[in-house]
């Protein structure tokens, strides 16, 4: 079963959110992860460009999903390619396909019609019994 965990941040802006999330792709894909980072269709290209400098001495092997596979994907699609390990959810909606992750991290920023899709997905994931956790960042 899935694994789902809520990453509450206190930011306010895409901007912090989306730094938060190339850190915590950069971490799960280091440690040995496929990471698919799922997203509205307008914050695609602007995690795919930040991934390549968010972090100037780092490298992250990335790139849409659409353009091919890579170890860290993005994609504001339903397609999730060939992956199935740990997705990062920061679209406001609730992928169709997260049941075939082991993880899937749902990051949560103060825009107030993200915080009312991720309460509907808390309460999807809650009323089916799969294991959820909060972090707040």
Request: charged content about 25%; overall charge negative; some cysteine.
């Amino acid at each position: 079963m899935t694994k789902v965990d809520f990453h509450i941040l206190s930011a306010n802006q895409f901007d912090d959110a989306a730094l938060y999330v190339c850190r915590l792709a950069e971490k799960a894909w280091r440690s040995g992860h496929q990471v698919l980072i799922h997203c509205d269709e307008v914050w695609a290209d602007t995690l795919n460009e930040l991934l390549w400098s968010y972090r100037p001495e780092s490298f992250v092997p990335h790139g849409l999903l659409a353009d091919g596979e890579a170890p860290v994907n993005i994609t504001s699609s339903v397609d999730c390619g060939t992956h199935h390990d740990v997705m990062i959810n920061l679209s406001h909606q609730q992928p169709s396909s997260f049941s075939r992750f082991k993880r899937l991290i749902e990051v949560v920023f103060e825009e107030e019609a993200l915080k009312v899709a991720k309460r509907a997905h808390y309460k999807f994931y809650q009323e089916r019994g799969y294991p959820l956790q909060n972090h707040r960042v």
